[in-house]
């Protein structure tokens, strides 16, 4: 699968960059899932539901199924966190998968920046970043892009990646 990921440091525009990506990607008729990297805990599921009840109680995985759609949560309890590559093998092949996050893993990305943040850029020191897309200029040796034009960031994510 191609993988092509979207890093950048706290309130950088990551998540908006993505959602953005994705509608754009997929509206030209391709197949795209996304990996998100959290810091932090996180939970899916509410106190009081049974899939709830039934992690708490202790079960490894609890897969919740619908006509809709279908989510498997996977309690690590103690063992070490999944590397990208074992959770790019648990997806359905599709022709890109974008990551937000992962910024030390070795696939190609692009940094997103906002200069209000004042952290300074990581493409400088990261040859995978592949590009910026900041909102204002930056002086880098690589293409940047206008944190907003998502068109272009998509062209050159999917020209990257023989799209």
């Known amino acids: 699968m191609n993988v092509f990921g979207v890093v950048g440091w706290k309130?950088?525009?990551?998540t908006g960059l993505m959602e953005r990506l994705v509608q754009d990607i997929t509206q030209r008729g391709l197949r795209v899932s996304t990996i998100k990297h959290a810091h932090h805990s996180f939970d899916?599921?509410?106190?009081?539901?049974?899939?709830?009840?039934?992690?708490?109680?202790?079960?490894?995985?609890?897969?919740?199924?619908?006509?809709?759609?279908?989510?498997?949560?996977?309690?690590?309890?103690?063992?070490?966190?999944?590397?990208?590559?074992?959770l790019l093998a648990k997806l359905t092949p599709?022709?890109?998968?974008?990551?937000?996050?992962?910024?030390?893993?070795?696939?190609?990305k692009i940094e997103?920046?906002?200069?209000?943040?004042?952290?300074?850029?990581?493409a400088p020191d990261d040859p995978t970043?592949?590009?910026?897309?900041?909102?204002?200029?930056?002086?880098?040796?690589?293409?940047?892009?206008?944190?907003?034009?998502t068109r272009a960031i998509a062209d050159f994510i999917l020209a990257e990646v023989g799209l």
């Open 94 to 108: 599709v022709d890109l998968v974008l990551v937000e996050g992962y910024k030390r893993d070795a696939h190609p």
């Open 44 to 86: 899916v599921d509410h106190p009081g539901k049974d899939s709830f009840r039934h992690r708490a109680a202790g079960a490894q995985e609890v897969l919740l199924a619908s006509g809709n759609r279908f989510a498997l949560m996977h309690e690590l309890r103690g063992t070490a966190e999944p590397s990208l590559s074992q």
């Open 129 to 149: 970043v592949r590009a910026v897309a900041s909102d204002s200029p930056v002086t880098v040796d690589r293409p940047c892009f206008d944190l907003n034009d």
């Open 11 to 14: 309130n950088a525009g990551k």
């Open 112 to 122: 997103a920046h906002r200069a209000v943040t004042g952290n300074p850029l990581i």
